[in-house]
């Protein structure tokens, strides 16, 4: 279970690098408006707060990821802990989102899913 909570830890931390290419990168794009329901004069209004909250995306998944390779490697102790830290806080901001912004429970349910069942099951895998 060990290993499955790893995979999915790591699709956690890979959808939040795409998370933050949209906000920190191509928050003013078509596409992107699209993806988060917003015009253009939001878009460029809202610019730098998206580009700051993407970063914080990009860090939590590196923050996972570190964790997930420090398991690989044997420091299992030290990678769960950043394993839990990084998905755990990806999968409390879901909530956050999801209390929040009610009409956002798509978003946040995509974004809370992964480290949702990554979280469970590296805490059954080590735990058994």
Request: aromatic share 8%; net charge neutral.
């Amino acid at each position: 279970m060990v290993a499955a909570g790893l995979v999915l830890a790591a699709l956690a931390s890979a959808l939040h690098v795409y998370i933050f290419v949209l906000e920190s990168v191509l928050w003013t794009a078509p596409r992107t408006r699209a993806t988060f329901g917003t015009s253009a004069d939001e878009a460029a209004a809202t610019k730098e707060l998206a580009f700051n909250q993407g970063f914080y995306n990009l860090f939590l998944a590196i923050v996972t990821a570190v964790g997930i390779v420090a398991v690989a490697i044997g420091a299992t102790a030290v990678g769960s802990a950043l394993v839990f830290a990084g998905a755990g806080s990806m999968l409390l901001a879901a909530l956050v989102l999801l209390l929040s912004s009610p009409d956002k429970a798509r978003a946040a349910i995509t974004q809370g899913t992964l480290p949702l069942l990554a979280v469970i099951l590296l805490a059954l895998g080590l735990a058994l």
